[in-house]
């Protein structure tokens, strides 16, 4: 086996959470380029059709499929069909998230509430679902959507931190379960990265001075910059590789 073909994904099939734009799209985006047949997903169908149109264009092979991931009785049947019309998961990537900014003693209580079941219940009720298939198959990819804040805390985010700390240790724990039937499950931890969702901290200046100047690597993430990491968790380069989180963030979690 030459180094190249440790990382071709050709004839595998990839179900990316939460992937109609940002980290899902581009990650779901480099899967397919990798040779993955890709199945975008997200809660409102017009913007899957949209996402899915631009890989399209590039020739890119793939499928949409719209569920809520939060709510277990939408997954299952939604997994069933996946598998049934385009083929079997090789490749789970739990991306679904979701941001809510507030002071920890004014954080309301229904935002804590969505934020647990979009960040934290999706990732049980997908990969449960997902594994139980691949356990019978003897072999599965999984990679859980991390974040530096599974690490490190920040002001006004504390409910965000438990939430990506949780899935740090969900999949250690995924790990631990599935490891002996054949499965690898990891995390994939982005740092700052130029997202819809950060575009007012890009345009902060002083927040991204600050950034900047606390990343060993100089900069804000790209997009492209977690897709290598993403085919490596998903290839058979991985194959021996379990319950790790690969960091992908310019070394902010090296650096005081």
């Not at 200046?205 to 290598?228: H, M, N, Q, Y």
Request: one cysteine or more.
């Amino acid at each position: 086996m030459n180094a190249a073909s440790l990382f071709d994904l050709s004839g595998r099939t990839a179900l990316v959470t939460g992937s109609s734009a940002g980290i899902g799209f581009a990650l779901a985006q480099g899967l397919a380029r990798a040779g993955a047949t890709v199945v975008l997903n997200g809660r409102e169908p017009g913007r899957l059709t949209l996402a899915a149109e631009r890989l399209r264009r590039d020739g890119l092979p793939v499928h949409e499929m719209a569920f809520d991931v939060t709510d277990s009785g939408s997954v299952r049947p939604a997994i069933a069909r996946i598998e049934d019309e385009i083929g079997p998961i090789d490749i789970l990537v739990n991306n679904a998230g979701m941001q809510f900014r507030a002071p920890l003693e004014d954080y309301p209580e229904d935002a804590w509430h969505a934020l647990m079941k979009t960040n934290v219940d999706s990732v049980f009720h997908v990969g449960q679902a997902v594994a139980q298939r691949m356990i019978q198959r003897v072999r599965g990819k999984i990679i859980n959507i991390c974040s530096v804040q599974s690490e490190l805390g920040r002001p006004s985010i504390a409910p965000y931190a438990a939430t990506k700390g949780a899935v740090k240790m969900l999949t250690k724990g995924m790990a631990i379960d599935w490891g002996k039937h054949g499965l690898q499950v990891n995390g994939l931890g982005p740092g700052y990265f130029k997202t819809e969702l950060n575009r007012a901290l890009v345009e902060d200046k002083a927040f991204s001075d600050w950034l900047i100047g606390r990343t060993p690597s100089r900069r804000w993430g790209e997009l492209e910059d977690l897709v290598g990491a993403a085919i490596f968790l998903s290839s058979d380069a991985s194959n021996f590789v379990n319950g790790q989180i690969i960091y992908v963030d310019g070394g902010v979690t090296a650096s005081l």
